[in-house]
């Protein structure tokens, strides 16, 4: 799994490319904890086109990292996932998690309207 | 937190480990590694072994070294584990004496009984590789769901609607318009329909792990694969099926079927669960070894004097459930099952067997049966028994209950069908039956919600074949048409099978709707099967457990062509709803404060039941006084029922001052005048008489 961190708008843009599981989630939290802060005013986009599966390990990890941003304040969301990933994530129950819009563009304009709020 | 066991103590062929935890059995994550527990009484040794997912060849083979062994309890923390990716299994060495009962063979792989996940059959009806000695591979899981506050919902039992309906069955038809069809994710899909039928219940048929191939074989007759469609054949108690899940080829079956119980849940559905603990998939002396038998061939099985396998299932061995060992495991899953994954209740699967001793023979207390009944996890959910076996043990209104176990009720079943097909001494019977059959649950401490009402099941002919059908079709099932009950009670109405007549066809709903209304308006938990709620036909096969077809798939076009008939369902549901006098648990019938019976019983004449002669001309009244039922009036329903092949005259009973009698439900009228809502019922003309067409039910309200 690789991971690219980027910024846009101010906001921070996580791509996850290639496969998201046992093997790997841990060193992938630990490079996402050290490339992004979480807390009040922490702003995450996951893009998720590349990322071809995600594991049950893998979902974990996302989870965690959603209940400490929730907890912290902060809003993180997912973008792009492919079909079969974002069905996989659906049905084990993972999907409520994080909102989920179909490109960083779409994510980008729901945070920005949230700022406003 | 620093603890002092996290870490390894011995160290082979570059796997650390050390002592285990005795409890619980089975693999439980630890910090750095993975604990494995395992039970074997007579076992001398026993081997753990390592592979990755789907290999042939284990990656790790590591003994549990004598110190590892407490009692009979062998355990072992391993470190290091990718145990997402990992599927282990034992080998066991001991005797191998099959006249003193065990048959250890060290070269058989077996799996942990104990397993949480099972490997191997991951999708369905996907052929296995028949040449790898490990055919299901236990599974370690993740435990971590987010339940997000759910917990079992606890719907009293005598508000209770149960839907009994088949995981694959439910959505495989593409008619089903599922995106996964047959799987617990596409149950979420149905549920607004559930909602909208009115069903709080879904009791689903085996989702225990087993192995559709199972006794596998190609039809004779249709050239089709025969397979162990519906399941009632454990491999593992604590694994759901893989097969079911969209999920299991990721191995995220425990997720996908968690998230369907909590979205069942948030809707208002209770999850029952058919399980099967009166034998295993392991078969007869020339069965597999899969794993009990390897594993303690004694303890787990009852065997015979001579060390054969006793056949009380029909189905090659018997559990040995009121053996210590074996009892505690099915507390043991129980409890899994409600706690980990929130069930609601359990329908026990030829509950009779449960009660035998180990030498067979029924036992009038037996332990594991109230250890169940008072077990305090389980305190709350519903215990339903399957109360008869293969081994002619019948106990349906005698199954030891102690007051918290219910039964499916085989009497409402025969005695119901056979008064619908206009059998007039069923009379008798049927009085019983709409009260709850206070003849067979009035003492004890048991009522009505003791009694599971149901006319039709997964075994048997739905309700649409049993107005189609005098006899079984099942030559499909390649056993020359002999599988499946004879004894169906059923009537074809004039033509065997489908037809163009429109009267029969006329004559086929209105019984089915004389059907689910008498279900409706009987005192006890009402079961429907799934898809009777729009005529769904098996084409009059009575026993389509090996059918993975159409013959079992729901046909959900069907609901466009009977949407009368779905819509009588949502109503008379709704109508039960309504009327609490209905849903009772106890045998009220005396008089109440309405100066009326709470059930009086009526023939052609008001008052007037002739009870010594058979009739198919019969009227229930219930009463139901406001204070005790909590209503904003008091309840007044009559039900006219005439199974009779002419119209007959009811004379009416006088209702109190001021009431007059309405109609609510008329099986004799087309749909949109067969059933009124509530608020909407036709007043009667004539107070004093009404006309009940032939083989119709009329129920009237007084308000």
């Known amino acids: 799994m690789e991971l690219t961190f980027d910024e846009k708008k101010g906001i921070k843009v996580v791509g996850f490319i290639g496969r998201l599981d ?96 | 937190m620093f603890r002092v066991d996290l870490y390894p103590t011995h160290e082979k062929d570059g796997m650390k480990m050390r002592m285990g935890k005795a409890l619980p059995f089975g693999t ?35 003994p549990f070294l004598d110190e590892f062994r407490i009692g009979n309890v062998f355990s072992m923390i391993v470190f290091d584990i990718d145990y997402e990716n990992i599927e282990y299994g034992y080998k066991m060495d001991g005797p191998n004496d099959p006249k003193n009962g065990q048959i250890f063979d060290k070269t058989k792989i077996l799996l942990d009984p104990y397993a949480k996940a099972i490997g191997g059959r991951e999708i369905w009806g996907v052929d296995p590789d028949w040449t790898e000695p490990f055919q299901h591979r236990s599974r ?40 996964y069809p047959g799987t617990y994710a596409a149950i979420i899909e149905k549920i607004p329909y559930l909602k909208e039928l009115g069903i ?38 604590f694994a759901p099926k893989a097969g079911y899940a969209a999920t299991g080829k990721f191995g995220m079956e425990v997720d996908e079927l968690k998230n369907l119980i909590r979205e069942l849940h948030k809707n208002g559905i209770e999850v029952m669960l058919d399980v099967v603990f009166n034998h295993t998939a392991e078969g007869n002396e020339r069965g597999p070894y899969i794993s009990y038998r390897g594993i303690d061939n004694k303890t787990y099985y009852l065997l015979t004097p001579e060390g054969y396998y006793y056949n009380f299932s029909g189905c090659g061995n018997t559990l040995n459930c009121n053996n210590p060992i074996v009892r505690n495991m099915i507390l043991d899953c129980l409890r899994y099952w409600v706690s980990e994954y929130h069930i609601d209740g359990f329908r026990f699967d030829l509950a009779s067997i ?12 037996p332990p594991l049966l109230e250890t169940l009944a008072f077990d305090p996890l389980l305190g709350k959910c519903k215990l339903i028994a399957e109360a008869w076996d293969a081994g002619g043990l019948y106990q349906v209104g005698s199954f030891p209950s102690w007051g918290r176990w219910a039964e499916w009720n085989g009497k409402y079943r025969d005695d119901i069908r056979n008064f619908l097909r206009g059998d007039c001494s069923a009379i008798r019977g049927v009085i019983e039956r709409i009260q709850g059959s206070p003849d067979l649950y009035g003492w004890e401490n048991r009522g009505a919600t003791a009694s599971i009402n149901f006319i039709t099941c997964h075994d048997g002919f739905t309700l649409m074949d049993m107005f189609s059908y005098d006899e079984k079709h099942n030559i499909a099932n390649g056993e020359g048409n002999n599988d499946g009950g004879n004894d169906n009670n059923s009537w074809n109405c004039g033509h065997e099978g489908t037809t163009d007549n429109q009267e029969i066809n006329l004559l086929r709903k209105k019984q089915i709707k004389n059907a689910i209304t008498t279900l409706m308006l009987s005192r006890g938990i009402p079961m429907i099967l799934a898809g009777d709620e729009f005529g769904n036909s098996q084409f009059g ?49 005396y008089y109440t404060k309405t100066g009326y019976p709470e059930i009086s019983w009526h023939g052609e004449e008001a008052w007037n039941l002739d009870y010594d002669s058979d009739t198919l001309t019969m009227a229930v009244l ?72 032939e083989r119709s039910i009329m129920v009237l309200i007084g308000k």
């Open chain 1, 22 to 117: 046992g093997n790997n989630a841990k060193e992938v939290q630990e490079e996402l904890l050290s490339n992004i802060e979480l807390n009040d005013k922490s702003e995450i986009i996951l893009n998720m086109p590349g990322c071809e599966y995600i594991s049950s390990a893998g979902l974990r990890l996302l989870m965690i990292l959603a209940k400490n941003l929730k907890m912290k304040g902060g809003i993180g969301v997912l973008s792009g996932m492919i079909e079969e990933v974002r069905d996989v994530m659906e049905m084990t129950g993972f999907s409520n998690i994080f909102k989920n819009f179909i490109d960083v563009e779409t994510a980008i304009d729901y945070i920005q309207s949230e700022r406003e709020v």
């Open chain 2, 28 to 62: 439980t994550i630890v910090p750095g590694g993975v604990n494995f527990s395992i039970f074997s009484r007579d076992a001398t040794s026993c081997e753990l072994h390592l592979f990755k997912k789907g290999e042939k060849e284990p990656y790790a083979v590591i």
């Open chain 2, 140 to 179: 370690v899981i993740f435990d971590d769901f987010d339940w997000e506050g759910d917990t079992p919902i606890e719907i009293d039992m005598k508000d209770l609607i149960i839907y009994e309906a088949h995981v694959r069955s439910f959505t495989k038809h593409k008619s089903a318009n599922a995106k």
């Open chain 2, 200 to 237: 709080n219940c879904i009791e689903l048929l085996p989702i225990f792990e087993f192995d559709e191939f199972e006794n596998s074989r190609i039809s004779e007759e249709t050239g089709e694969r025969l397979v162990n469609y519906w399941g009632y054949s454990t491999v593992g108690f």
């Open chain 2, 354 to 365: 449960l009660s035998r001793d180990q030498n067979g023979a029924p036992m009038a207390n």
């Open chain 2, 541 to 589: 096969n009575n026993n389509a457990y090996c059918q993975d077809n159409e013959i079992s798939w729901l046909n959900w076009d069907l609901l466009k062509e009977n949407e009368d008939v779905f819509d009588f369902f949502k109503n008379i549901i709704n109508f039960r709803k309504n009327h609490p006098v209905l849903r009772v648990s106890h045998f009220d019938s």
């Open chain 2, 622 to 693: 219930f009463c139901g006084a406001k204070e005790k039922h909590n209503t904003e009036e008091d309840e007044f329903i009559y039900v006219a029922m005439n199974m009779h092949w002419e119209m007959r005259g009811y004379e009416l009973p006088c209702l109190p001052d001021g009431k007059k009698w309405y109609i609510s439900i008329n099986t004799n009228m087309n749909s949109g005048e067969d059933i009124w809502e509530c608020g909407n019922e036709i007043l009667v003309g004539n107070q004093k008489e009404i006309l009940v067409g």
